[in-house]
């Protein structure tokens, strides 16, 4: 079974910086992979993909804060995030997609919490 292992989240300032990692098993790194958020009372949402060739495509509302990139050798997928807001207060997860879809199998995620 995939097994997802996200960190990094924390509180941090508005304008601030975080690194998500997210460690995951060898048998699904070959697969594009990916960010979702999911803020109090809403619905889970696309943040990043990148696939294995090393393209990446973002959520609107990500405006060139974030960067999606991945270290193959240790199977970490990350996400820098930049210029953070209050609204991308949320708890970070990622996942892979397999025959054209995500996975339905979630890991714990981490929490995103921008405030003063």
């Known amino acids: 079974q995939a097994q997802f292992v996200e960190s990094g989240g924390g509180l941090v300032q508005p304008g601030g910086s975080l690194r998500l990692s997210c460690v995951v098993s060898e048998g699904i790194f070959g697969n594009t992979m990916g960010w979702f958020r999911q803020a109090p009372g809403k619905e889970r949402e696309f943040v990043a993909a990148?696939?294995?060739?090393?393209?990446?495509n973002y959520g609107n509302f990500v405006m060139g804060r974030f960067a999606i990139f991945r270290d193959k050798p240790n199977l970490t997928l990350f996400l820098q995030m930049n210029n953070l807001k209050p609204e991308d207060t949320a708890v970070y997860y990622c996942?892979?997609?397999?025959?054209?879809?995500?996975?339905?199998?979630w890991g714990q995620g981490t929490q995103v919490t921008v405030s003063s």
């Open positions: 996942n892979y997609r397999f025959n054209g879809l995500w996975s339905d199998h």
């Open positions: 990148i696939t294995t060739g090393g393209s990446g």
